[in-house]
């Protein structure tokens, strides 16, 4: 992989300073970074299409080592969070959600409280949220320990034993953290409205709870429960696969372990937005 | 013996052996070497000689540069999925353990066979606690592995390659660091496996390690060889060995013996 890569860099250099009139640095630059995108992409699609084939051909092997450590990884990845969950559900209801509903309220217009919220929460907020923070707590523990155990040589014993490394480390944390983005979204979707509203009960806002919810449900259709599972599965498959690319894909070093995890929180955060802007897509087109 | 027992269950024809991190990097050419049922071999060679590379193509876990690699007269190129069964004939025990340090020492013994025979953990604690037994680890079953001394590690480390009761035990300098004490119960037990221990029902085990000292094999290696300028060379015996003119054998020899109390 590493000697391919050089190789593309070296041969993109050369062409690009034969046909561009720009300084040479620009187009290493631009040159290097693109090619790196792209390399990293396909080695990113590669993972997961290899993951997703281990997953399915190997559901039914070794049952009893991989569905305990699928449990403790959706422990992990979801019930341990729940928690600080509750805590940012809590905020985020006061600080936006509550401001919000008092707002409308001084404008008159609590007509259109139940499709921003559902606009705000429910599509956008409550699952970019649960997945920041999934990748934030459990994706940087994910690269650590794998680049950790791959540098010292876990990876070449699991081998050694005749065990997938694919199918023993990475299949139980991307289940766990695909279900715990799902499960900690929708207890954060529900955690921040309710403490919405009771930030604007709080400031007196004339809108009963009957009417709160009642306005709620009405603003949600099927589509958007369809949505927001596929949307928070898809975060949780993904920001599995780029933390663990990172961590297992390639042989590291001790040292390289710290800043590969950067790296992957990083491309983490972008493969996250991608996702959502393609479910904006969806919701436009539907 | 009958012709099948005969054959060799290690065979390297030309086989050029490439960097475990960089598959390009050539640090063995033209290997012939041939390990008969029950061999015990020491193969000698000084730090980056390529031993470690050298014991991981054996072990299958990588293909050769060149040339063809058979276990059990099977190519290693097409060792997969369907081949599982006569790659886990291998056991392979790394320098330092590389124990999973997230598991006890019970449950890193415990998961070849578990995962391999889809066990609980309690169905898999009878053969585990065998073997911990046979190898003094069962005081120390319960600790994770950081917890315990390199001696034990490395003890720990070849009960877990022991647990699927291997035909070919591979390991990578094994008494690299090891006490005095520990470097003794090595030696006879490695003699005991290779010549048959009631363990796995008196059957021999084929053993190769790999070292950068000779002196403590004089009496437990049968065979032996040397990695020296990317080259092998078989070596024979331990008279051979010490009648060899080769300055660098001279000089593995003279290392002196490391001894921690």
């Known amino acids: 992989m590493r000697e391919n890569l050089a190789k593309v860099l070296t041969l993109t250099n050369t062409q690009i300073f034969r046909r561009a009139p720009l300084p040479k640095s620009y187009t290493d630059f631009l040159g290097r970074k693109l090619f790196l995108f792209l390399l990293t992409l396909q080695g990113l699609a590669a993972f997961a299409l290899i993951t997703l084939g281990v997953l399915l051909r190997k559901f039914q092997t070794a049952r009893n080592v991989i569905r305990p450590r699928i449990r403790q990884e959706i422990a992990r990845a979801g019930v341990a969070l729940l928690p600080m969950f509750l805590f940012v559900a809590l905020a985020l209801g006061f600080l936006v959600i509550g401001q919000t509903v008092s707002a409308l309220a001084r404008v008159g217009a609590t007509g259109y409280l139940g499709s921003t919220m559902v606009i705000a929460v429910v599509r956008e907020l409550g699952p970019l949220l649960a997945a920041m923070l999934v990748l934030a707590r459990v994706g940087t523990a994910h690269v650590i320990e794998l680049g950790t155990a791959r540098a010292l040589g876990e990876v070449e014993a699991l081998e050694a034993l005749g065990i997938d490394p694919v199918h023993y480390l990475i299949v139980p944390r991307v289940i766990g953290m695909a279900v715990g983005v799902f499960a900690l979204t929708v207890y954060l979707i529900i955690g921040a409205l309710a403490s919405g509203y009771l930030f604007a009960f709080l400031q007196d806002v004339p809108l009963t709870p009957g009417d709160y919810f009642k306005q709620i449900t009405e603003a949600l259709n099927w589509l958007d429960f369809v949505l927001l599972a596929l949307k928070t599965v898809a975060f949780g498959f993904f920001i599995a696969i780029v933390t663990c690319y990172h961590g297992l894909a390639q042989p590291l070093r001790l040292e390289d372990v710290s800043r590969v995890a950067v790296r992957a929180v990083t491309q983490g955060v972008i493969v996250c937005v991608l996702i959502d802007a393609l479910f904006i897509l969806l919701y436009l087109v539907t | ?261």
């Open chain 2, 1 to 261: 013996m009958s012709e099948t027992e005969n054959a060799a269950v290690i065979e390297m024809r030309d086989v050029s052996v490439g960097a475990m991190r960089d598959i390009s990097f050539v640090v063995l050419e033209d290997v012939n070497w041939s390990v008969a049922p029950g061999e015990f071999w020491t193969v000698a060679g000084q730090q980056y000689s390529g031993k470690s590379d050298f014991l991981m193509l054996t072990a299958g876990l990588m293909a050769p540069v060149k040339g063809e690699c058979k276990l059990f007269g099977t190519d290693t190129r097409t060792f997969g999925e369907a081949k599982l069964a006569e790659r886990l004939y291998v056991g392979l025990v790394f320098t330092g353990g590389q124990l999973f340090n997230q598991l006890t020492i019970r449950e890193n013994v415990a998961l070849p066979l578990q995962y391999h025979h889809d066990l609980t953990p309690a169905a898999a604690a009878p053969a585990a606690a065998t073997l911990l037994e046979l190898l003094e680890l069962t005081p120390l079953a319960d600790l994770t592995p950081t917890n315990v001394s390199d001696n034990w590690r490395q003890r720990a480390a070849l009960a877990r390659a022991l647990i699927l009761k291997p035909k070919i035990l591979l390991l990578d300098d094994p008494l690299a660091g090891l006490g005095a004490r520990h470097l003794h119960w090595w030696l006879r037990l490695l003699d005991q496996l290779s010549r048959g221990h009631d363990w796995c029902g008196g059957q021999p085990m084929t053993v190769v390690v790999t070292t950068d000292d000779l002196r403590p094999w004089r009496n437990a290696g049968r065979k032996f060889a040397l990695l020296r300028d990317k080259k092998f060379f078989p070596l024979g015996g331990w008279n051979d060995v010490e009648s060899a003119n080769d300055p660098m054998v001279k000089e593995l020899l003279a290392v002196p013996l490391e001894i921690i109390s």
